[in-house]
């Protein structure tokens, strides 16, 4: 809508002031290359305000936790380590945050999980172990690729670099299939996304089926997400995990 809006009134401007340069044509270009941008991360909310690197979450996602958070099963009891964790991941690196959200494929609702990690840089000498926690996916069963470089857009139209592993696996996952809660054995997918800066290392995981991953077009959010990156220049991190296996200390 808004970029309709955009071109009825520059063809309008134009018309009356009789702009028809190339400065012009490229400047309208430009801005509805940034609208067309901005449109696609309106599926995003406002960003976090209290990490050492912010993001912007799917709006899909309707509950958040951290490590402190009530346990939405047990009263007055703090949530799990192996339900604000993978089960498979419970050392996932520098944890902050665990999101969750839910998609619907035919007669099945699925969650779909998303984990932010970060730590200090200093404490992994400026080299996240990539190595190590592939191997640590394997330990749980799991495949996992080869890490990849990836680029991702920013809202702006720039580019931030990342580094991202995708494994798969079968695994026993909460589901609603008709309308009743199931926890069958099915083939489940998950993505790790390192991005490291001099102040922070920023870790996320996306976890979900393999049925809900295509039509929900998984990737492309985690990409819009990873494109949000903001490194917060008031927010300490504490020390990240050296290698896989080492659970950050709260």
Same mark, same amino acid.
């Given at each position: $809508?808004?970029?309709?809006?955009?071109?009825?009134?520059?063809? !309008?401007?134009?018309?009356?002031?009789?702009?028809?340069?190339?400065?012009?044509?490229?400047?309208?270009?430009?801005?509805?290359?940034?609208?067309?941008?901005?449109?696609?991360?309106?599926?995003?909310?406002?960003?976090?305000?209290?990490?050492?690197?912010?993001?912007?979450?799917?709006?899909?996602?309707?509950?958040?936790?951290?490590?402190?958070?009530?346990?939405?099963?047990?009263?007055?009891?703090?949530?799990?380590?192996?339900?604000?964790?993978?089960?498979?991941?419970?050392?996932?690196?520098?944890?902050?945050?665990?999101?969750?959200?839910?998609?619907?494929?035919?007669?099945?609702?699925?969650?779909?999980?998303?984990?932010?990690?970060?730590?200090?840089?200093?404490?992994?000498?400026?080299?996240?172990?990539?190595?190590? +926690?592939?191997?640590?996916?394997?330990?749980?069963?799991?495949?996992?690729?080869?890490?990849?470089?990836?680029?991702?857009?920013?809202?702006?139209?720039?580019?931030?670099? +990342?580094?991202?592993?995708?494994?798969?696996?079968?695994?026993?996952?909460?589901?609603?299939?008709?309308?009743?809660?199931?926890?069958?054995?099915?083939?489940?997918?998950?993505? $790790? +996304?390192?991005?490291?800066?001099?102040?922070?290392?920023?870790?996320?995981? +996306?976890? !979900?089926?393999?049925?809900?991953?295509?039509?929900?077009?998984?990737?492309? %959010?985690?990409? %819009?997400?990873?494109?949000?990156?903001?490194?917060?220049?008031?927010?300490?991190?504490?020390?990240?995990?050296?290698?896989?296996?080492?659970?950050?200390?709260?």
């Amino acid at each position: $809508m808004q970029i309709a809006v955009l071109v009825i009134v520059a063809v !309008s401007l134009a018309a009356a002031s009789g702009c028809g340069s190339s400065a012009y044509g490229e400047k309208f270009q430009h801005r509805l290359e940034q609208l067309r941008i901005s449109s696609e991360f309106a599926v995003l909310r406002r960003p976090t305000d209290d990490l050492a690197i912010n993001f912007r979450i799917p709006q899909l996602f309707k509950k958040e936790f951290t490590a402190i958070s009530a346990d939405p099963e047990r009263e007055n009891t703090r949530i799990l380590r192996q339900k604000f964790a993978p089960w498979f991941l419970p050392d996932f690196p520098g944890l902050e945050r665990m999101f969750e959200g839910d998609f619907v494929v035919k007669d099945t609702t699925s969650p779909l999980f998303l984990y932010i990690g970060e730590g200090d840089p200093a404490a992994i000498k400026g080299k996240f172990p990539y190595q190590e +926690w592939r191997d640590r996916l394997k330990r749980a069963r799991f495949e996992p690729g080869a890490w990849e470089p990836v680029d991702v857009q920013t809202s702006t139209g720039g580019k931030l670099s +990342w580094q991202r592993l995708t494994a798969k696996g079968k695994s026993a996952y909460d589901v609603v299939k008709s309308g009743k809660p199931d926890i069958p054995a099915v083939d489940t997918f998950f993505q $790790m +996304w390192v991005y490291e800066t001099p102040q922070a290392v920023a870790v996320l995981g +996306w976890w !979900s089926t393999e049925e809900a991953r295509v039509p929900s077009d998984i990737e492309k %959010l985690a990409s %819009l997400t990873a494109g949000t990156a903001i490194v917060s220049s008031s927010v300490t991190v504490a020390p990240a995990p050296v290698a896989a296996g080492t659970v950050k200390k709260k």
